[in-house]
Structure formats: structure tokens, C-alpha cells
């Protein structure tokens, strides 16, 4: 009773602050597009943000291989059991982590470019 309350609270702090980082990365990034008027150095900025995104896909695509892999090799008894209901909210959760960290790649990189 407790972990499902506690589970679902969990859930909605995570879901709330993936609909705050996507609010905050589509403001970022429209107003220093005005501000900047699309130039060179924003051109490059959201490139280089877009390639973080990229590795931190590439990153996750090795680590479900790997871990596709131990699946295959050890038997079944060794491994904890993940419903199918878990293993969509899992992936869930990492596919919307990309806001932010597209986000903080965003601010990282017109800080620092």
C-alpha cells in the first residue's frame, strides 16, 4: 500500500519535472533565437546540444545491448523478473530524460561557446 503511494508520487514529481525541463528548453531556446537573431554561434550552439543528445541515445542504446546480452548468456533464475507494465515506464523515463538533458546542454554550451 505504502510503495504504491510512494511509487506514484515518485512518478509524478519525474512527470512534472520532464514537463518542466520541455517548457524551459522551447523558452531557451526561442528566446535566444530572437536574441541572437539565429546567428553563427547559436547555429553552433544547438548543434553541439544536439550532439550530446545524440551520445546520450548512443549511451543508452549500448547499455540495453549489454544488458540484452547478460539476458541471453545467464539463465533465468539469476535475474530479477521486470513486467512489461515496469519495463515501459523505465523506458519511458529515459526516453524523457533527453529534455534535460538537451536542456542543460543547451545553457552549457551558450555559456561557454
Not at 519525474?14 to 537573431?37: N, P, W
Not at 547559436?42 to 546480452?69: D, P
Request: aromatic residues 16%; contains cysteine; hydrophobic residues 50%.
Amino acid at each position: 500500500m505504502v510503495a504504491e503511494v510512494l511509487g506514484r508520487i515518485v512518478t509524478l514529481i519525474y512527470a512534472c519535472s520532464m514537463v518542466v525541463f520541455i517548457i524551459l528548453g522551447e523558452s531557451f531556446s526561442k528566446s535566444k533565437t530572437k536574441k541572437y537573431k539565429n546567428d553563427e554561434r547559436w547555429k553552433l550552439v544547438k548543434t553541439k546540444a544536439n550532439t550530446i543528445v545524440l551520445t546520450y541515445y548512443s549511451a543508452i542504446s549500448f547499455g540495453v545491448t549489454v544488458l540484452y546480452t547478460i539476458n541471453i548468456f545467464i539463465p533465468k533464475r539469476y535475474l530479477p523478473t521486470l513486467s512489461f507494465e515496469n519495463f515501459v515506464t523505465v523506458a519511458l523515463y529515459v526516453a524523457l530524460l533527453r529534455y534535460a538533458v538537451e536542456y542543460l546542454a543547451l545553457r552549457h554550451f551558450d555559456r561557454v561557446i
